[in-house]
């Protein structure tokens, strides 16, 4: 990339201090600043005159300093400047916060431009906290101004400053990953245009254009990206299974599978008998039966004589695969065995020579299956569960064990059809689209936080017949260190409960900041019955089967994604009695209550993800700070549908005519590099 790879400290005006601010933001070349786009932007360019102003809008406003600045010092941290500004219409009276510098540079006599939000009372105009600067400057007001993701030490007048400097710099020499006939084709503008005006755009049609060519570029390159790392894949080559009779199988069950897991056992079996590896993703609903998908797919290994893994995220959920296929396999005749990280170092040693020789044929457990001591004499198939908790080091770390090993990867979270098609360009897929029979619906409700006494009396009630409750506190907005926060907020409340609401119950609680031993332990003791409550953060959301847990109750339920909620909720009705899910949030917009009524109205994983995909757009889909869409910094699977099928068509039709991409070896290099960044996220 050429002088795109410099680094941002050589730009003018930025520093060491700077460089290393922006560096925490992942900055450190030019490419990298250049590729920092805007969450939004504000247009600035609506100017009124003072008298003109109306209470609550936000506008320009061009006006004269009346007289010198005064500054006063209210309290520690908190200095005011305040100024009266004038036009012919009237006077506004600013004041900024912390800003003492301000003191000497607003000269009075002297023009500005202010833009803030206007208050009126009593024909008393003034402004709160304004942006200001010199009349004629246009850096920050009249016009479409770019608001992008910040850290401490970078402002968004910094920010933008260093990105001019970093366009200026790249004038004429932005790589092209796009070949020109499929930039005429599909009407779309010049690599140049576009990073200019995504940045700085003139209007509305202008950063349309901009928006439209580079999420057409996401979704091609990812496409190109997709379709080479399925090409290799399917060049390579293993040893097909023979087929095996299944009845057995089918028969020891105690209960009839459902004919959606009959289907998906039937596709992954077809995929074991093939030459090619199988990479196959088995996603269904909460409760769907995906283990029974595994277990069969297991059954198929061991009766040819391979060996199967299943790496689940935890040490309880691991323990919980071992509990149930344990029983069901080892009277068929395949030898079941658990690792994790707190099996005794003797009985590990054992496991181990036992592996080596041959005499496990299925492995369950955590990322221990993957430490470096642990050999296998011929892994087979690699199974993983809810694998976008996953880094992709661990899932190649766990099939180089084997020579290819079929992979099946197993998820709980319903995924739209068209967010799958970039998540999982490079998996074939099977939905468990049923449950099975007599599962009955939880019960959701979406109240407001005036309803917590009754709540309380509801759960007190479920208490003495026996059940148990899940409590998800309230989520901490992202802040210096959320982890923090989180822990306090969860302590807070678990103290709450167990000294004023149920002193007579025993309450337990799970945080993200608990060493994992810890968090096991908590989530066991619920799971024996020895705690009521279980007050916790998302942790939960994953993982733990309590069949004895009748209700979940979310605290500010509106700051989670529908897919999240739906995630949460799948944690009750797992036992015979009716289970309840009640959704606090004492947020009033109608799109809030919009989305908590999807919940309330359907129990269908995939109905909500894809409610929650047209609500809320693809990057919260996994919930904050879990998963973000793979490379998709400007493209909206909720809204681009349609470009991506164009961006799809187009990778196909330039990869029929050049395989290797030699004739384009800038859409080459891009789709290469948007993988490597990339690879948690995909397959």
């Given amino acids: 990339m050429g002088e795109l790879s410099r680094e941002v400290k050589d730009l003018r005006g930025i520093g060491p201090k700077r460089a290393a601010a922006l560096e925490k933001l992942g900055i450190v070349t030019l490419w990298d600043l250049l590729s920092w786009f805007p969450r939004r932007y504000e247009d600035r360019r609506a100017e009124k005159a003072i008298g003109d102003l109306v209470s609550g809008e936000s506008v320009c406003v061009r006006a004269m300093i009346a007289h010198a600045p005064a500054v006063s010092h209210v309290r520690q941290g908190l200095d005011l400047v305040k100024v009266r500004a004038v036009d012919d219409t009237g006077a506004l009276d600013i004041t900024f916060f912390n800003q003492t510098w301000l003191k000497n540079?607003?000269?009075?006599?002297?023009?500005y431009v202010f833009f803030g939000k206007a208050e009126v009372q009593n024909q008393r105009r003034t402004m709160a906290g304004p942006v200001v600067e010199r009349e004629g400057q246009r850096e920050a007001t009249g016009r479409i101004v770019p608001v992008y993701p910040l850290t401490a030490g970078v402002s968004q007048l910094v920010l933008r400053r260093c990105v001019r400097e970093g366009l200026d710099a790249c004038a004429g020499i932005l790589p092209d990953a796009l070949p020109g006939e499929i930039r005429q084709k599909y009407g779309l503008c010049r690599v140049?245009?576009?990073?200019?005006?995504?940045?700085?755009?003139?209007?509305?049609e202008a950063l349309s254009l901009a928006r439209r060519r580079l999420a057409f570029e996401e979704l091609f390159l990812l496409s190109i990206g997709l379709r080479r790392l399925r090409r290799g894949r399917e060049a390579c080559r293993t040893e097909p299974f023979q087929a095996v009779d299944l009845?057995?199988?089918?028969n020891a069950l105690p209960f009839t599978l459902t004919a959606a897991q009959r289907r998906c056992i039937q596709e992954a079996a077809a995929d074991l008998y093939r030459e090619v590896p199988m990479n196959r993703l088995c996603q269904g609903d909460v409760g769907s039966g995906k283990t029974m998908v595994a277990a069969a797919c297991g059954y198929l290994c061991g009766k040819n004589r391979r060996q199967a893994a299943l790496m689940a995220p935890t040490e309880l959920l691991a323990r919980q695969h071992f509990g149930t296929l344990s029983p069901l396999l080892e009277p068929l005749g395949l030898r079941c065995a658990l690792l994790t990280g707190s099996t005794p170092a003797k009985e590990k040693r054992e496991i181990g020579k036992r592996l080596a020789a041959g005499e496990i044929d299925f492995l369950i457990g955590t990322h221990a299956l993957i430490s470096g001591g642990v050999e296998y004499a011929g892994l087979g198939l690699v199974i993983t569960d809810e694998q976008h908790r996953f880094g992709v080091a661990q899932r190649s770390a766990l099939s180089a064990k084997g020579v290819h090993p079929h992979t099946l990867v197993m998820s709980a979270t319903p995924i739209p059809r068209t967010l799958a098609l970039i998540l999982y360009g490079d998996l074939d897929v099977s939905v468990l689209d049923e449950l099975p029979p007599g599962r009955k619906p939880v019960e959701t409700y979406a109240v407001p936080g005036s309803y917590r006494p009754r709540i309380y009396k509801f759960l007190e009630k479920l208490m003495a017949q026996g059940r148990q409750a899940y409590i998800v506190c309230p989520m901490v907005e992202e802040g210096e260190d959320p982890g923090a926060e989180e822990r306090k907020a969860v302590l807070e409340y678990a103290r709450h409960l167990k000294e004023e609401v149920f002193p007579h119950r025993q309450v337990a609680y799970v945080h993200g900041r608990m060493k994992a031993k810890e968090k096991d332990a908590a989530m066991s003791a619920f799971a024996r019955g020895e705690a009521e409550i279980l007050v916790s953060t998302t942790v939960v959301e994953v993982g733990v089967d309590v069949p004895n847990a009748a209700v979940m109750v979310v605290e500010n339920a509106e700051r989670f994604g529908l897919s999240q909620l739906h995630q949460l909720r799948g944690r009750v009705g797992r036992g015979t009695w009716q289970s309840y899910c009640i959704l606090i949030s004492d947020n009033r917009s109608p799109e809030t209550k919009q989305r908590l009524q999807v919940m309330t109205r359907t129990q269908?994983?995939?109905q909500v993800a894809e409610e929650d995909l047209r609500l809320r757009g693809p990057g919260d889909f996994f919930g904050q700070r879990q998963h973000g869409i793979p490379g998709l910094k400007v493209a909206n699977l909720a809204l681009d549908a349609e470009l991506l099928r164009d961006a799809q068509a187009a990778a196909e039709a330039l990869l029929t005519e050049d395989p290797d991409l030699k004739q384009h070896?800038?859409?080459?290099?891009?789709?290469?590099?948007?993988?490597?960044?990339?690879?948690d996220g995909l397959n």
């Fill in 247 to 250: 009845s057995p199988f089918y």
């Fill in 604 to 606: 269908d994983g995939f």
């Fill in 192 to 204: 140049g245009y576009a990073y200019e005006h995504i940045h700085f755009p003139e209007n509305e």
């Fill in 665 to 679: 070896p800038a859409t080459a290099e891009r789709a290469a590099a948007l993988l490597e960044a990339n690879a």
């Fill in 105 to 111: 540079e607003l000269i009075p006599g002297e023009t």
